[in-house]
């Protein structure tokens, strides 16, 4: 019997990636990188504490978004409104579609973001979880410039 090249899958165990904190409130874990995808999409894990603010509306210009809610209840900015969304609800964000989420109800949300293609979006996440972990507060041109170089374009809700 011929068996496919074993280079052809990547396996990752929870155990050699778990959760790791993302400020106080919340938590993730990098499923599946954009490096680890060739590219095609990045996968994340992400937990909010209850009544925790998450993302405030916002739009990518290069990469679609999903969301796909696990656990709890995560609150979605879509179409314009705040909406709330439980265990198997799925919202597909196309690029320049203005989306949030937040954990507005008592218990924790857990929840799965795709991003398509998979662009580097888990440096987002890395470099907010150090700027939160450390209590640092970015100026005004200090975050503009973070949005920037992550492709995130805020919008009023």
Request: proline content about 8%.
């Amino acid at each position: 019997m011929t068996h496919l090249d074993p280079s052809l899958v990547v396996a990752r165990p929870l155990a050699d990636n778990p959760l790791v904190s993302n400020g106080p409130t919340s938590s993730l874990r990098m499923i599946a990188p954009g490096k680890l995808t060739a590219g095609r999409f990045g996968l994340l894990e992400y937990r909010c504490a209850p009544h925790t603010p998450g993302a405030a509306p916002h739009y990518h210009s290069t990469f679609s978004e999903s969301f796909y809610v696990l656990s709890g209840e995560l609150t979605v900015y879509h179409s314009g409104r705040w909406e709330p969304f439980g265990p198997g609800d799925f919202a597909l964000v196309h690029e320049g579609g203005a989306h949030g989420f937040r954990n507005d109800g008592d218990a924790e949300a857990a929840f799965l973001i795709l991003f398509a293609p998979g662009i580097a979006r888990e440096n987002f996440f890395l470099e907010m979880a150090e700027i939160r972990r450390s209590g640092r507060v970015l100026t005004p041109e200090e975050l503009t410039a973070f949005y920037a170089r992550h492709d995130q374009v805020m919008v009023d809700s």
